[in-house]
């Protein structure tokens, strides 16, 4: 076995629900495994994962050969060490789940991950989310989703220094210095007017709050019509948790915690609901999408149940991760399953922090709903490089 230590980044978990965490700053680590190792292995539907991976191989074929994937210090190694793969990944028969796994297997060395030695960690869902809207205000729709403002500015670090890949700050200038940018409560309380399209109306504050969350979604228009809606830019603030907030206060208890009980808190409470979703600073603004969407952090389609949400601080996008975690049940009630899949790191999150933590796309419709929301479960990944990286890792 082979453990190696690729680099450590002080900072905290972010997590929904209290999660206990391994002594120290956390440190992704790497040991090398065998693809017989992996539970489920032979059972899963790789061409499916497949599929989603050459989405991200579009990302990587046309970048420099040179440049990162992922982080410079990280273990992504260069655009160049993954060119090879995703030729291979071409020329495999669509559909073929057996010559996917034969792919896999001869192109990637799997490395089980951990926080110092700790290799669970949170997982939790999301999901596209419908909301009922119309293009211009009146009657119940009177809460805008808003498009990029004007004088948002966010200054991509990586152009700067390669050591800050992936990193970025956001805010506006005033008086020709860089400025933070006002936080949910003050943009609610008018503070864009004027200084930012509005790409839909919506009828529900909490519905649009949720929007923000997810990150992408379809507004039903009123009159006829769908509007697909992805993120496009923040506000730069960090992410706060009302579901936290509320257990906290006792709202709600720690084992309820849902996306299902915090909507129905604040629907219970409609007095205490913009002071609660105030409690998160940040703000997301939006694009109208055609085509194949939702789109993540790395700029390709979402794939349901294939693609994850991770923190790019330790792991690269589109980078194939084998999944053994635990989930809800598709309806509420239903026991708990296993699930062991291969999926593809194609996200970020605001909340998703940590060397083992993941957030896991389930689609659009009530069931994709049902399970992202309710779920916040323990799990582990097993990270797979290609094998001429992973030799330099030995």
Not at 92 to 103: H, L
Not at 183 to 212: K, N, Q, S, Y
């Amino acid at each position: 076995m082979k453990v190696f230590h690729p680099f450590t980044v002080i900072g905290l978990f972010l997590f929904i629900v209290a999660c206990a965490a391994p002594p120290g700053p956390p440190r992704l680590d790497l040991d090398e495994i065998s693809f017989s190792d992996l539970a489920g292995w032979r059972d899963d539907a790789q061409a499916q994962a497949l599929e989603a991976f050459l989405r991200s191989c579009g990302k990587i074929t046309t970048a420099p050969v040179g440049k990162p994937f992922g982080l410079a210090d990280g273990v992504g190694g260069r655009m160049g060490d993954w060119r090879g793969p995703c030729a291979a990944a071409g020329a495999v028969p669509e559909g073929d789940d057996r010559a996917a796994r034969a792919f896999f297997e001869a192109h990637f060395t799997p490395f089980r991950l951990s926080d110092r030695g700790e290799t669970e960690g949170l997982f939790t869902g999301y999901y596209e989310p419908l909301l009922s809207g119309a293009k211009t205000p009146g009657g119940r729709f009177t809460v805008p989703i808003h498009g990029l403002p004007g004088d948002l500015v966010t200054v991509k670090l990586g152009l700067f220094s390669d050591d800050l890949e992936g990193r970025k700050i956001t805010g506006r200038v005033v008086d020709g210095a860089l400025r933070p940018y006002p936080p949910r409560a003050e943009i609610t309380a008018g503070a864009l007017d004027g200084r930012a399209p509005v790409l839909a109306w919506v009828d529900d504050a909490t519905d649009a709050f949720f929007l923000h969350v997810q990150g992408s979604g379809r507004i039903a228009l009123d009159g006829g019509g769908v509007m697909r809606v992805g993120y496009a830019g923040a506000n730069g603030r960090s992410y706060a948790s009302i579901g936290r907030a509320l257990v906290e206060r006792g709202a709600i208890s720690l084992q309820e915690a849902s996306l299902q009980s915090i909507r129905a808190w604040l629907a219970a409470n409609p007095d205490q609901t913009a002071e609660i979703l105030a409690l998160n600073p940040s703000y997301v603004f939006f694009r109208e999408l055609k085509g194949d969407g939702p789109l993540g952090a790395q700029g390709v389609a979402l794939t349901p149940a294939r693609s994850l949400a991770v923190d790019r601080a330790y792991l690269p996008l589109g980078a194939p991760l084998w999944l053994d975690i635990m989930v809800p049940g598709v309806a509420s009630g239903d026991p708990d399953r296993a699930l062991r899949r291969l999926v593809i790191a194609q996200d970020v999150g605001g909340a998703i922090k940590g060397p083992i933590r993941g957030d896991l796309f389930w689609g659009f419709g009530p069931e994709a709903e049902s399970v992202a929301g309710r779920m916040k479960h323990s799990g582990g990944y097993v990270l797979l490089l290609p094998k001429a990286l992973a030799e330099t890792l030995s």
